[in-house]
C-alpha cells in the first residue's frame, strides 16, 4: 500500500454490525486503486476511505506490472469513486516542525512481510502530536502516504507540524536521509 485517505461521517456505535462495501476503482500499470464506504445496522453511511497500491513481485522484491488478465479479475468500477477528488495527490514535508520524538521499532510494530505494520506509523504520528492537540480525539480525517518501509530495531524521527489546520507528521530515519511516511491528521 502506498497511500490511503480515512474520513469519519459518523462513527458507529461499539458492537454495532457494519456492512462494507469496496471495489477496484481503477488500475494502471502497477499501481491499482481501491475505495471502501462503511455502512452501519440502520444503513447509514458511516466512513468512506480510498487506497492505492503497488504490484510487487514479493520474490525479486520487485516493482512488477499489473497484467491484463490479473486486471480483469477485479473488474475496475471506472468512475465511482468516495471522494470528490478521486486521485491522491502527494502530501509535501512541511518546512518547518513544531515538536518531534524519535522511536526504536519494537517487535510488536512489525508485521508478517517484516516490516512496520502500516496502522504502526498512525500510532507513530498520534505520538508525535503535542498534548493539547492529541485531546482533540477523535480525528475523523487521516491521510498516509508511505515511501520506504520501516524495519524492526530502526531509529526513526518523527517530526510534528500544523499547517491550514491539518497536523502533519512526518516519520525519517533518525538522520534525516530517508523518508518513510507523511501522515496528515484532522
Known amino acids: 500500500m502506498l497511500d490511503w485517505q480515512v474520513k469519519v461521517i459518523k462513527r458507529p456505535i461499539y458492537g454495532q454490525t457494519l456492512d462494507i462495501h469496496t471495489w477496484s476503482r481503477k488500475i494502471i500499470k502497477c499501481y491499482a486503486y481501491r475505495d471502501f464506504e462503511v455502512y452501519d445496522d440502520n444503513g447509514n453511511l458511516c466512513v468512506i476511505a480510498t487506497s492505492k497500491w503497488l504490484l510487487i513481485n514479493s520474490k525479486e522484491r520487485k516493482i512488477s506490472k499489473v497484467e491484463p488478465e490479473l486486471a480483469d479479475k477485479y473488474k475496475s468500477e ?58 482533540k480525539r477523535p480525528f475523523d480525517n487521516i491521510r498516509v502516504m508511505y515511501k520506504k518501509e520501516i524495519k524492526f530495531a530502526e531509529m526513526v524521527r518523527c517530526k510534528y507540524s500544523q499547517e491550514n489546520d491539518r497536523n502533519i507528521v512526518v516519520i525519517e530515519s533518525e538522520d534525516g536521509k530517508i523518508l518513510h511516511a507523511i501522515i496528515e491528521i484532522w
Open 78 to 135: 471506472i468512475g465511482k469513486c468516495v471522494f470528490e477528488n478521486p486521485e491522491i495527490e502527494k502530501l509535501k514535508t512541511p518546512e518547518k516542525f513544531d515538536n518531534e520524538i524519535l522511536y526504536k521499532v519494537q517487535r510488536r510494530d512489525i508485521d508478517v512481510i517484516g516490516h512496520m505494520h502500516n496502522l504502526h506509523y498512525l500510532d507513530l504520528a498520534y505520538e508525535a502530536l503535542p498534548d493539547e492537540i492529541y485531546n
